[in-house]
């Protein structure tokens, strides 16, 4: 009988009211460790809202966060060098410079 077995092992090193159910096991090889750990469902009375500031009482402070959300995405975005563009498309550096120089 070639066939393996897992024995179950009760160790826990989580906290009993830990978010997570976790059951170790070994093959009877004693070669490969088993971990089953499925998610758990959390009820959604458990669960509480994220903390978000009020646009009407914090306007300047709304102002600037959006400024500063616009100026990040208008950043320019390095361009790849002529040795990087040679290296991803398999080709020689002189592919990359304009005719004429």
Same mark, same amino acid.
């Given at each position: ?11 826990? /090193?989580?906290?009993? $009211? ?5 059951? *170790?096991?070994? #093959? =009877? ?30 306007? /300047?402070?709304?102002? $600037? ?5 616009? *100026?990040?995405? #208008? =950043? ?26």
């Amino acid at each position: 009988d070639q066939s393996l077995h897992c024995a179950k092992s009760t160790y826990s /090193a989580l906290p009993d $009211d830990y978010n997570c159910r976790v059951e *170790l096991a070994m #093959t =009877s090889d004693r070669k490969t460790i088993v971990c089953y750990h499925p998610s758990v469902d959390i009820p959604y009375e458990h669960t509480k809202p994220i903390p978000r500031r009020d646009p009407i009482k914090n306007f /300047a402070e709304s102002q $600037d966060q959006v400024l500063k959300a616009r *100026l990040m995405d #208008t =950043s320019p975005k390095p361009e790849p060098t002529i040795e990087e563009l040679s290296k991803m498309f398999y080709t020689t550096k002189h592919r990359w410079y304009p005719v004429g120089q």
